[in-house]
C-alpha cells in the first residue's frame, strides 16, 4: 500500500544527500522536511563521500550542471552504490546541451541507479538522444497521453530494462516502471507546470521514500509520484481566487506536510500495466 | 499598447536564458513561469552557448559574481547577439566592488545590451564611477524624484546613447529610455523595497518581453516595468494586516500569474518625455 | 533591553555582508530586510574584502561548503576583523564531515569571531570532536534539557572562553554565552525544526543585530535569538489548519517585519545564569 511507504518515511526520518541545482533547492530541502525526512545539501568533491556515507539515499540532479560539481556527482554516486544506498537520477535538461546529456549517460554508465526521473523528452534522451526538449520543460510532441499510452509505457519499460533502473516519467500521465511492470498514475493538476521545480522536488521526495522502504522500490517510487501529484491537487483545492504559482508552491509543500497514509491510499488514482 | 505586448508574452511562450545569482533565482524562475514564458538557467562556460541557442532571450546578473561565472556570461552573451537575440544587464552592486563594476562595464563594452536595467546608483557606477552604493540598493543622494526628473530623465537617456541600449532605471519612479525617448513610470509600492530580488525579477521578466515583441523593444521594455510595478500594488492590495514581506513576495509573483492585457492597459500610470 | 537592540537595528539599517550556502540564502535576504537590516551576499575572493569594508557585519555560514569560497570566508573574515566589524560563524554541519570540521575549527584559529552560533552538535564537534550530528541537525542525545540544563550553560560557557567569542548555542531551549554570563532562552516553537534554514535566518539576523549594538554584543545576541523565537510563536498562532510548514517559512519571515521593540520585550522568555 502506498500510505505505508509514506508512513515509513515518517517512522524511519531518512537523512537524504542532495547534489542538486541552486534554483529550486530551498523548496527541496522543505518538501524532505515535510515528509518526515531530514535534507543535507553537499557538492564539494572534499567531502560527498563522506557525507554521503552518514545518509540512507542521494539525489543527484543536474538542473544547474557545472564543471565544479560534476566530478562530485560521480564520486557521490559511487560511494553510496558501495554503501548499498538507493540513489537517484534526475536528469534535468538533458536533451538541451551536450553537457547535460552526455554527463547524464556518463553516470548511468558508472553508477547503478535506483531509479531515474525526468519528463518524457529527457528520458528519450538519455536513452537515443531522439528526445527533443524545450529547456527544460519536455516537447509537447513527445507528451504522454491517453492516446499514446501503450507506447509510453513500452518505453519505460525498455528504458528500465536498458539502465537495469526503476524509471519514473512524469506529466501529465506518470509513468514508474521496472523492465516487466508500470504503474501509471493519474494524480496532478496542470498548474504544477507553472511553478518552478515540482519535478525537483519529487525526486528529493521519493530518494527518502527509496531510503525508508527498503526492498520495495517499485511501489516506494509510485508511492512518492502519486503523493506528489495528489499534493497538488489538495494545495490546488486550497487556492484562493488571487492566488497564483507562488502560492501554489507552498500550499504543495504544506500539503505533503500533512499527509498521512490513510490520505494517501485514498486519494492514489493509479492502475498496474 | 503594454497590454498587447504581456499577451505576447503568453502567446509566445518565450524560452529566457538566466545567468543569474544564487540568492534570487528561484523568483525569477517563478515569475517568468507566472508571467508565461519560461525559465531556464545555466551557467557553466562548457553549455551556455548552447543553451542559448535554443532560448529567445539572455538575462545576466552580477549578483553573486564570481570567477567561475564570468566567461559563460561573456561567452553566452557574445554567442546570443550572434544570433540576434536580445540581452539584458543587471549590474547587481555596481559601484559596491571593483570585480563588480570592472566587469559589468567589460560586458557593456563587448556585448551589444538590448537593456541595461538597475538602480539609480548601478547606472551612475557604470556610467562615469560617479555613483555611489549602499550595498545592492542605491544611495538615497542618488534618488530620482519628482524635483530632480528632468535631471533623470536627461541622464537615462544620455547613458542609452553612451550604451546604444535601452537603459532601464527603477526606483520610487522608473525611467525607461532610449537616446530619443523616456517613458517615467509611476508605479509600484516602496514595500517592494523590502523584499530581497524585485529588481532580479524584473530583470527576468522583463527580458521575455524583449524576447516576445521584437522590434518593440522600448515599449516592451516600459510594459514589463510597468506590471512589475503594477503587481506590487495589486498585490498590496491583498496584504491581510499581520501580512510581511515574505508574503507580500508570494502576492506580487501571484499578480503577475494572473495579469492580463486590459489589467496592465488600466494599471499602468506612464508619460512619455 | 532586548526591545532597544532590536530598535536599533531599524534605526541604523546595517549592511550586512552574507557569505552562506545557496540553500537557504533566500530566506536569509528576507529576514534581514524585515528586521531593517540590508543584506549583500558576495563570495568571490577577488571581491570579498572590498565588500565587507563597506558593510557593518559579517555572516560566514558553511551550510554548502566547497573550494571555491573557503578562502574568500578566511580573506573576508580577516578583513573584517581588522576593521573592528562583528563577524558570525555558523558551522553547518560541523562533525558531519573533515572538511566542515576542520575548515570551521580552522577558521576560529584565524579569526576572532565576535559569535559562534549552532546547533550543541556542532559546537560539541567545534571544541573537542565529540559531538555526533545527523547532517545537519542536532543529535538527540546532545539535546539541551530542562534535566542537563546545567551542564549545557557551564559547556556554553567553556566553549566562549575557549573560542573567546560570544557562543549562541539554539535548540528547544537555547543558550547565549559568554565566558560568564549565560542568557537560557525559552521563546521559540518545535515547528521551527520542520523549515529549512530557520538557524541559518537567525545567523543573518544575529549578525545585524551585532552590528547595530556595538558595545553591548552579549545581549544583543540574545535578543536576535529572542526574537527568532518570538517570531516563530507568533506565525504560529496565525496558522490555519492545513498551512504546513512552506507557509510557517513565510510567516516567521513576516513577523520579523511587523516586530518592534515592545513586542519583543512583552514576549521575551528569559533568564540569566
Not at 531509479?115 to 524545450?134: M, P, Q
Not at 539502465?163 to 511492470?181: C, H, K, Q, R
Not at 504543495?252 to 492514489?268: E, F, P
Request: with cysteine; aromatic share 4%; net charge negative.
Amino acid at each position: 500500500m502506498f500510505g505505508t511507504c509514506l508512513e515509513n518515511v515518517r517512522a524511519r526520518t531518512p537523512l537524504v544527500h542532495n547534489i542538486t541545482n541552486y534554483v529550486t533547492v530551498n523548496d527541496v530541502a522543505n518538501i524532505l522536511l515535510a515528509s518526515g525526512a531530514s535534507p543535507i545539501m553537499s557538492d564539494d568533491v572534499g567531502e560527498v563521500e563522506e557525507i554521503t556515507t552518514i545518509c540512507a539515499g542521494l539525489n543527484i540532479n543536474i538542473g544547474t550542471l557545472n564543471a565544479r560539481t560534476i566530478p562530485a556527482m560521480f564520486a557521490a554516486g559511487k560511494k553510496a552504490c558501495q554503501l548499498g544506498h538507493p540513489v537517484l537520477l534526475d536528469p534535468v535538461g538533458a536533451g538541451a546541451s551536450s553537457l547535460r546529456t552526455n554527463t547524464a549517460r556518463q553516470l548511468t554508465e558508472q553508477i547503478d541507479f535506483t531509479v531515474i526521473r525526468g519528463n518524457i523528452s529527457e528520458l528519450k534522451a538519455l536513452v537515443a538522444g531522439s528526445g527533443s526538449t524545450k529547456g527544460v520543460d519536455a516537447d509537447v510532441a513527445d507528451a504522454v497521453t491517453e492516446d499514446n499510452l501503450a507506447e509510453g509505457v513500452a518505453f519505460a519499460k525498455a528504458a528500465a530494462a536498458r539502465f537495469g533502473s526503476i524509471v519514473a516519467i512524469t506529466g501529465a500521465i506518470d509513468l514508474v516502471a521496472d523492465a516487466n511492470t508500470c504503474y501509471v498514475i493519474r494524480n496532478g493538476r496542470p498548474e504544477m507546470g507553472r511553478i518552478t521545480g515540482t519535478g525537483c522536488q519529487l525526486s528529493g521526495l521519493l530518494t527518502a521514500y527509496l531510503a525508508a522502504n527498503p526492498g520495495n522500490e517499485l511501489e516506494a517510487a509510485a508511492a512518492a509520484v502519486s503523493s506528489m501529484g495528489l499534493a497538488g491537487e489538495l494545495a490546488w483545492a486550497r487556492m484562493n481566487p488571487d492566488d497564483g504559482n507562488s502560492t501554489y508552491r507552498n500550499r504543495i509543500i504544506d500539503a505533503i506536510d500533512h499527509m498521512d497514509g490513510a490520505t494517501l491510499n485514498g486519494g492514489a488514482k493509479y492502475e498496474v500495466r
